[in-house]
């Protein structure tokens, strides 16, 4: 089973700042089969990014994805009020699906 | 619009067994895979259980393998998880989500349905 640990646990930052968050894998992983969401209190998880750079329907253009093998990121470029929540990583292969733990993105 | 609606959470003593359910509509429904991922209370995201389009195929976490039972319905657009011996670390908030064929992602996402065993 492919592990996922992201980092930093929680990130403070301010509205209008740039948020960079990272996850790694403990092997590599197919970089078609990569994803961030992102997780509000009480609300279910939003699908944000697919196959490690390509934005689903709707999110803004200030998300973006990289990465390739076993490190991945997920960046903000300028942080709005709403954007203050968990994102959650998250890998397929062999058949099964693994989170990283999340990333509380916090303001300061 | 894509929706998917769970059911049947409640609360059950260790050992016990509880059916879940989720109704999707939205979408042709036999053409995507669907999952049951889980999320127990202040914790993190955890993948249960996949079932195909067609319903032939399920794969399960090891965690719930052999105790847990994925089975859909198409004509009724319904979706079932079967749930048992039952055990306290399956207390969870259960969500049903839709696939991202091809990309191994969970596109969209009921609102979950909460299971707590205990006694």
């Known amino acids: 089973e492919i592990v996922l640990t992201q980092s930093p646990d929680t990130l403070s930052l301010s509205p209008g700042e740039r948020a960079t968050l990272s996850c790694r894998a403990s092997q590599s992983v197919v970089s078609t089969y990569f994803a961030w969401y992102q997780q509000k209190p009480g609300q279910a998880p939003r699908l944000l990014i697919y196959g490690a750079s390509s934005r689903a329907t709707g999110v803004p253009d200030r998300f973006s994805g990289s990465g390739s093998g076993t490190d991945f990121t997920l960046t903000i470029s300028r942080l709005e009020p709403e954007d203050f929540a968990v994102y959650y990583c998250?890998?397929?292969?062999?058949?099964?699906?693994?989170f990283g733990q999340g990333t509380k993105l916090e303001i300061k | 619009e894509v929706q998917l609606v769970e059911s049947g959470g409640g609360v059950v003593q260790p050992g016990g067994s509880l059916r879940l359910s989720c109704v999707a509509s939205?979408?042709?429904?036999?053409?995507?895979?669907i999952h049951w991922v889980r999320q127990a209370p202040g914790k993190g995201l955890e993948w249960v259980s996949i079932?195909?389009?067609?319903?032939?195929?399920?794969y399960y976490a090891d965690s719930v393998k052999g105790r847990f039972t994925f089975s859909r319905q198409n004509s009724k657009n319904s979706l079932s998880l079967q749930m048992n011996s039952l055990r306290t670390e399956d207390t969870a908030l259960y969500f049903c989500?839709?696939?991202?064929?091809?990309?191994?992602?969970?596109?969209?996402w009921g609102q979950g349905t909460m299971v707590t065993v205990s006694s």
């Open positions: 079932i195909s389009g067609d319903g032939t195929t399920t």
């Open positions: 989500t839709k696939d991202l064929a091809g990309f191994g992602a969970f596109h969209k």
């Open positions: 939205g979408f042709t429904f036999d053409d995507y895979a």
């Open positions: 998250q890998q397929y292969g062999s058949s099964l699906y693994t």
